[in-house]
């Protein structure tokens, strides 16, 4: 049986009540990908501990989880880093020189995303640059 | 001679008439396929194949997933990614997902170890 339908079917359908967008689930090669966006950090935060627990530390590799949260362009996102400041960079890449730094749990203005890694942000004081995106909610 | 010219003619209308039976009974077979291919809609209907990055983009997108996880290595091979060193199992569900964002085929983590 399809893997959606069975070992993932819970973690399926979590998501879909969950009111994840753009929900793609797709089984190739016996792996299960599911790509979506969540509507907010804890939707995706509580997908994953379903998955966590389905299959403990992720342990069978038989599933790719691609859930993102959406942010929207020119709204405000949190900084949400374990508890370090989060680099801005001059440009999408850890390669790129630091310009500036937002602070744990600091809002930040949204310009837009430059993939599905990197958004281009502003801090209240100015600063504007590249962030990692998942530090952001 | 006039009498082999009328029944030639009448000959020519038959065929003509059905001809044209033949015809709608054709429409109505196809009609009836029309509906039958039902596997073409649902291939259009079917999701775009699985985007698997490819391996110098993978590379790229890992050193920065990985910048923040110091004991962690990654290596790539035909979309697949190996992750080993260690890590701690509280930040085991944000590694996977950081990686899980860069469209890998697969994630194989069986060297890494979770303390």
């Known amino acids: 049986m399809a893997l959606q339908d069975s070992k993932y079917k819970e973690l399926v359908d979590a998501a879909r009540t969950a009111g994840v967008t753009d929900l793609q689930v797709r089984e190739q090669d016996n792996i299960l990908y599911i790509d979506g966006n969540a509507p907010s950090g804890t939707v995706k935060d509580q997908l994953w501990a379903l998955y966590n627990k389905i299959d403990p530390d992720f342990n069978s590799g038989d599933l790719i989880l691609n859930v993102n949260v959406a942010l929207g362009t020119g709204a405000k996102a949190k900084v949400v880093t374990e508890s370090s400041n989060l680099n801005i960079r001059k440009g999408p890449g850890t390669d790129q020189p630091i310009v500036g730094k937002a602070a744990h749990h600091e809002l930040v203005t949204v310009l837009s995303k430059a993939n599905d890694q990197w958004s281009l942000i502003r801090t209240d004081k100015g600063e504007e640059g590249y962030v990692y995106t998942q530090y952001l909610e | ?115």
Do not use: F
Not at chain 2, 35 to 63: E, F, S, Y
């Open chain 2, 1 to 115: 001679m006039k009498q082999i010219k009328l029944t030639a003619w009448a000959l020519v209308l038959l065929l003509g008439v059905q001809s044209t039976g033949c015809k709608s009974k054709d429409k109505k077979g196809a009609d009836t396929t029309q509906t039958a291919p039902l596997p073409d809609t649902t291939m259009n209907n079917m999701p775009p194949p699985v985007q698997i990055a490819p391996d110098t983009a993978l590379q790229t997108g890992l050193r920065d997933a990985t910048k923040d996880y110091p004991g962690v290595q990654a290596t790539v091979t035909n979309g697949e990614v190996t992750l080993s060193g260690a890590v701690t199992r509280d930040r085991l569900p944000n590694l996977m997902a950081a990686v899980s964002s860069l469209h890998p085929k697969s994630i194989n983590k069986q060297q890494l170890i979770i303390k």
